[in-house]
């Protein structure tokens, strides 16, 4: 066994977004390494390889298609042991991680992504193979397409598709039960990949538009409504059945405003479009059958970068047309709504844990297309910076793909360690609480059946990551190992620590859902009332603000979080909209009975979710108004103060204080338990420096000197330095900087990258 591993066995558990492991907080070391891409003989060397640079998770998707070896009399056959080709032995891949000390994260779909062909799924689950079986389709009646062949996707609620799907994860199931820690090295799963067919941040007119997800469109309506004569009333129509509800179309730049009850129609939609995706993981869940965490990886809360998708050269090989545009350029800034509509974090973790992933553009030079290649930005304001943060602050778990070497497929500047160095680092700084490496290993071992198109890009995949496909190890190694080794020995100290949250926003999906249908342009929104944002002018600018001054901003779902749980949060901050279900205001009233402070801007809510008169908040509200309790109302009637440059004053009069006070030229987020506190620290500039930076906390000062994109951490043991992780060197600019890092009369000062530990 490797002097790296961590072990075999332990008794794992999980809570408050992080593993334990024997009671004690575990923090995932993790690397993608994708045996199906390899050849198997190739599998023990690469695994020690890992586990040498200090590695402590494996994480690998399962592709149905590549365990698919028999389709006969309705009956599935699958081959997981290898029987068949050796590239099929995932159990045997799994056997040798947990020969080696390392545990395994499984990810079984049904689809996968990893930029196969139709995400991994089989054909014969195809729409365009089997026509009995009904596509997802979009709100034009276009099949969803996978973007990289062209393939027609299945709907989700499919009844042929679902039970097919079954068939597959039992099998998969069977297998996995058998792994589990401590008998075996699984720890958790993961199903699907980016909620369902990489949609988490999707508009909400490609996806649900199909017979059979109409059904259940209209059984959610019965649910909401009781009666078609209620729904009648609430939207003026005359409707004989729920199954003729018509669903929303997309907005046009030149559209009139909503009616309010085409308001609660987009309300109606998007919960919709939740269920299909919560109800699609709780099926799958149950037909893998395998208890452990189950863990999602959901894409940034805003705009990703368009990837680099491969196409075919040669005639009749190119993809066909694609499915509807995922957005244009009026509706592009409504990204971040959407999440906030779809992804209902708080109230699914009884079907899955959070986690994320970060191809959300380059952090360190604020890159958020492809064809940028600029390093003189000064990163300020830093957008790209601030996606990495607000996405891995909406609630701990782990970074489940951090992007290390897709530099063909991605952006160029994903060649150079600085860049997955900087953002696994800022992820961590969000509150992430381990990191997957993705990809470890750079895979050459092409299979079409697998990879018709992937292959086009580039002869590896990706292009470049720590180990190259003849097993040498790139500079990537070792800014992994690097890191691997500072959270080998940090890391379950650490998650004992917590980040202090200074304004906790409340994303109440209902605006959410009506605002991602409202382009910004569009100031009235809905006739006769101000447009209820969620993001768009409500938490993306109030979040920058606060980060560009060293507050911290948090970020719940206001309906689905309890009073108790909002009462951990002393001031909460809304953006408020014309209408309000009667139980969330009653809420926010007795969060500030109880002591909460509440500040919100915009139009009080007068109606509830069908339009009946509910103003006990405005009425609250109102000046003069009478407020029991201990705790204080601060309404702006002007509709973006929260976003506004007068939030801060505002703020500092009331007593809020950065746990960290930053100069100009670098961020920093400070955890902190009983004396220990580890200070993450960003650099924003480039160019050769030295930059002369400040950190400031309630009783010390960190004086900086860093290179170009300096980014670490510093780990304070009372008033002294125990240990210190920075990257020095800035391979992109192709800068070798000299780092200090002062605290009173300590100095630590190295040339180019530096872990050290100071032992008491």
């Keep these: 066994m490797s002097a790296a591993a961590p072990g075999a066995g332990g008794v794992f558990s999980y809570r408050d977004g992080r593993f334990f492991r024997d009671g004690e907080p575990f923090f995932v070391r993790g690397v993608e390494y994708q045996y199906y891409r390899d050849r198997s003989e190739r599998w023990e060397a690469r695994l020690r390889q890992l586990a040498d640079a200090h590695a402590s998770v494996i994480t690998f998707y399962v592709p149905w298609r590549h365990h698919l070896v028999e389709y006969r009399d309705g009956r599935q056959r699958f081959d997981l042991q290898g029987s068949t080709l050796p590239e099929r032995d995932v159990a045997g891949f799994i056997e040798r991680c947990g020969r080696l000390g390392l545990y395994v994260i499984a990810k079984p779909g049904p689809f996968v992504h990893s930029e196969l062909n139709i995400g991994g799924l089989p054909d014969l689950v195809s729409p365009g193979v089997d026509p009995a079986i009904e596509p997802a389709r979009g709100y034009d009646g276009s099949p969803l397409r996978w973007d990289y062949d062209g393939s027609i996707l299945p709907s989700s609620e499919d009844a042929r598709f679902d039970a097919l799907a079954r068939e597959w994860l039992e099998a998969v199931g069977a297998l996995l039960r058998d792994q589990v820690a401590p008998a075996g090295p699984l720890i958790a799963v993961q199903l699907n990949d980016e909620t369902l067919y990489c949609t988490s941040n999707a508009p909400p007119w490609t996806l649900g538009y199909e017979a059979p997800a109409l059904r259940g469109f209209a059984r959610r309506l019965e649910e909401t409504y009781g009666s078609i004569d209620a729904y009648n009333r609430v939207h003026d129509t005359r409707l004989a059945s729920f199954a003729a509800v018509a669903p929303p179309a997309p907005p046009g730049p030149d559209d009139p405003p909503l009616t309010p009850a085409g308001a609660l129609a987009r309300v109606d939609w998007a919960r919709h479009q939740w269920r299909l995706r919560r109800d699609a993981y709780a099926r799958y869940r149950d037909y893998l059958d395998v208890d452990v965490p189950h863990l999602t990886n959901y894409a940034g809360m805003t705009p ?428 992109v600019e192709g800068i070798e900087a000299t780092v200090s890092i002062r605290l009173g009369d300590s100095l630590v000062r190295h040339r180019g990258d530096l872990l050290r530990f100071y032992d008491p």
């Excluded at 696994?424 to 895979?443: E, I, K, M, P």
């Design 304 to 731: 990703p970068i368009e990837e680099s998708v491969p196409r075919a050269k040669g005639a009749g090989t190119a993809p066909e047309a694609g499915r509807p545009e995922p957005a244009d350029a009026h509706t592009l800034p409504l990204y971040a709504e959407w999440w906030l509509a779809m992804n209902r974090i708080e109230a699914d973790l009884d079907v899955h844990e959070y986690g994320v992933i970060s191809w959300l553009g380059v952090a360190a030079y604020d890159i958020c297309d492809l064809d940028s290649r600029a390093l003189d930005n000064p990163c300020r304001p830093a957008r790209v910076l601030d996606r990495y943060l607000n996405t891995c602050l909406r609630r701990r778990g782990i970074n489940l793909e951090e992007n290390w070497g897709f530099a063909r497929l991605y952006h160029p500047f994903s060649a150079y360690p600085l860049v997955p160095v900087y953002q696994t680092l800022a992820s961590v700084a969000g509150g992430c609480t381990g990191y997957v490496v993705f990809c470890g290993v750079q895979h050459d071992h092409w299979d079409d059946d697998l990879d018709r198109i992937t292959r086009l890009q580039h002869p590896t995949f990706p292009s470049d990551a720590p180990i190259a496909a003849d097993g040498t190890p790139t500079p990537m190694y070792g800014a992994m190992a690097l890191l691997n080794r500072w959270f080998e020995r940090e890391g379950s100290r650490y998650l004992r620590a917590e980040l202090r949250t200074d304004v906790c926003w409340l994303a109440y999906a209902p605006y959410a859902a009506v605002s991602s249908w409202i382009p910004p342009a569009q100031e009235r929104g809905v006739a006769g009332h101000e447009s209820p944002r969620a993001a768009v002018d409500g938490f993306e600018p109030f979040a920058a603000r606060l980060h560009a001054h060293g507050l911290v901003p948090g970020l719940v779902d206001l309906e689905a979080v309890s009073l108790e749980q909002l009462l951990e949060h002393p001031v909460c901050a809304l953006r408020l909209g014309f209408f309000m279900d009667g139980a969330t205001q009653e809420k926010l009233l007795a969060y500030v009975e109880r002591g909460g402070t509440l500040l919100c801007c915009g139009e009080p809510p007068r109606v509830d979710l069908q339009l009946r008169a509910c103003s006990v908040l405005a009425d609250a509200l109102r000046p003069g108004a009478a407020r029991p309790g201990t705790g204080r109302v601060h309404h702006v009637p002007a509709p973006g103060f929260l976003a506004s440059a007068d939030l801060l004053p505002f703020l500092k009069t009331r007593g809020l204080r950065p746990a960290a006070v930053c100069s100009d030229g670098v961020r920093a987020l400070v955890y902190a338990h009983a004396a220990q506190r580890y200070v993450w620290f960003l650099g924003l500039d480039g160019g050769p420096g030295p930059h002369a930076e400040s950190v400031t906390l309630e009783d010390v000062t960190l004086e900086l000197e860093l290179g170009a994109k300096t980014c670490g951490v510093v780990h304070l043991d009372g008033d002294r330095i125990a240990s210190v992780l920075f990257k020095g060197h800035n391979e």
